[in-house]
């Protein structure tokens, strides 16, 4: 059996899809592949978000991601919005949802690292979704 490929998106594909790919990576390899994209990008990932990841996971987002596109991305199964505050970008997938994240961007490390625990906590809960309802 295949795993599902999952997208984790928002508009600029610099911050809160970033973390959700690499956690996504760290907790949930076994279950599905992590892909994030946006319908813009940015010259580098949210400096903020690449050394809060660092310092709490020890991932080194730089070194193994970059800012993409959705043209970019293979076919996708599940398609999970960061919660965009604006109009999300469509991608097709058999299943959808929004976690509706606020973005952390140039705000303090405390809100940075509480989105963080909640990105871990939505992607741990995705894997045990897609474990037991076979998505």
Same mark, same amino acid.
């Given at each position: 059996?295949?795993?599902?490929?999952?997208?984790?998106?928002?508009?600029?594909?610099?911050?809160?899809?970033?973390?959700?790919?690499?956690?996504?990576? +760290?907790?949930?390899?076994? #279950?599905?592949?992590? =892909?994030?994209? $946006?319908?813009? /990008?940015?010259?580098?990932?949210?400096? %903020?978000?690449?050394?809060?990841?660092?310092?709490?996971?020890?991932?080194?987002?730089?070194?193994?991601?970059?800012?993409?596109?959705?043209?970019?991305?293979?076919?996708?199964?599940?398609?999970? +919005?960061?919660?965009?505050? #604006?109009?999300?970008? =469509?991608?097709? $997938?058999?299943? /959808?949802?929004?976690?509706?994240?606020? %973005?952390?961007?140039?705000?303090?490390?405390?809100?940075?690292?509480?989105?963080?625990?909640?990105?871990?906590?939505?992607?741990?809960?995705?894997?045990?979704?897609?474990?037991?309802?076979?998505?």
């Amino acid at each position: 059996m295949n795993k599902p490929k999952v997208a984790l998106i928002c508009v600029h594909n610099s911050c809160r899809s970033q973390m959700a790919e690499a956690l996504g990576k +760290k907790f949930a390899s076994d #279950v599905f592949d992590s =892909y994030s994209a $946006g319908t813009e /990008t940015k010259p580098q990932i949210n400096q %903020d978000a690449v050394r809060l990841i660092k310092e709490r996971y020890g991932i080194d987002m730089e070194a193994t991601q970059y800012s993409k596109l959705l043209t970019e991305l293979p076919p996708i199964d599940i398609v999970i +919005k960061m919660g965009c505050n #604006v109009v999300c970008p =469509y991608l097709p $997938g058999q299943y /959808t949802e929004d976690w509706g994240l606020d %973005d952390p961007t140039g705000k303090s490390d405390a809100e940075f690292l509480e989105i963080i625990s909640q990105i871990e906590e939505k992607i741990k809960n995705l894997a045990d979704m897609i474990q037991n309802n076979g998505l």
